[in-house]
């Protein structure tokens, strides 16, 4: 599809290793985009470069910590020095970092590591972006992943919520100011994704493996590739007229608000399964 095609342009993915940042990176390459990654795991690094080289791709691989400032300053100077200015910018870093437990235990150092890595990183470097989307004219993109939790409470990941929530209002408010210079600023806000940070298939006990087709109407989790075809069209023509929204790629759960299928296939939002579902 011509609308999907994405030769020549330029396209920076943050934490570009792996899960849903490495199917970005290898959706936009696919369709013929020059790729800067910027990924903190130096094996991840050599993975997808020896990746992108295979496929003929012109890129750049950084080993960088986006949630520093002087990192993210080195990498658009990077982008910069190679590419000459940039299409479309998708800050896919995110991390619970696996702090699951009452907010009034929470410490400083727990706060300050949710927002470095959910919501800093996206500020530092959409900031340091502009510029270089300047540089390639009007239509000009951001896309931010999110999480579906920024469109809904979590107990026991308060923070970590408040900072995808935070996403949806930097997402509507810079698209409002980015507007007249034709660059778009959109969002994704995934349900649950099976990828290395979080592995539902092995989180879920087994003998509750077969409610998930109850739990989410669309009757799977998402998968890597379901996020990377959001981001193509977030970033393409085909949403040409779309800035400052959330797509919600969640199959359906948020739609469902507590609606779930009972064993018999009736639908209800009255607890069926007792425990929490979960191996903890």
């Not at 690094?45 to 400032?69: E, F, Y």
């Not at 990498?75 to 009452?102: A, R, T, Y």
Request: aromatic share 8%; net charge negative.
């Amino acid at each position: 599809m011509k609308d999907l095609d994405f030769t020549g342009k330029v396209v920076l993915v943050t934490g570009g290793g792996a899960g849903i940042g490495r199917a970005v990176v290898e959706a936009f390459a696919a369709r013929g985009a020059l790729v800067a990654v910027a990924e903190i795991d130096r094996e991840r690094c050599a993975s997808v470069q020896a990746a992108l080289d295979d496929r003929g791709t012109t890129a750049l691989v950084s080993c960088a910590d986006v949630t520093q400032r002087d990192d993210v300053d080195r990498v658009m100077e990077e982008v910069k020095s190679k590419f000459g200015g940039l299409d479309v910018l998708v800050n896919n870093v995110g991390d619970f970092l696996g702090l699951i437990k009452p907010f009034e235990y929470c410490d400083d150092d727990d706060i300050d590591r949710l927002y470095a890595y959910n919501l800093k990183s996206i500020l530092m470097v959409s900031r340091a972006a502009i510029p270089l989307l300047r540089e390639n004219g009007r239509g000009g993109s951001i896309i931010s992943f999110s999480s579906i939790e920024a469109f809904r409470g979590i107990p026991m990941a308060t923070t970590y919520c408040t900072f995808k929530h935070a996403i949806t209002g930097f997402t509507r408010s810079l698209a409002l100011e980015l507007a007249p210079e034709g660059i778009r600023v959109n969002a994704i806000a995934p349900e649950t994704t099976e990828t290395e940070q979080v592995k539902p298939s092995e989180l879920i006990a087994q003998e509750h493996q077969s409610h998930t087709r109850r739990w989410i109407p669309l009757e799977r989790f998402g998968t890597p590739e379901d996020a990377a075809g959001s981001a193509l069209f977030l970033a393409s023509e085909l949403s040409s007229w779309m800035t400052g929204t959330t797509l919600n790629l969640d199959g359906g759960a948020l739609a469902a608000a507590g609606w779930y299928r009972d064993p018999n296939d009736l639908w209800t939002n009255v607890p069926v399964v007792t425990g929490n579902g979960f191996n903890f």
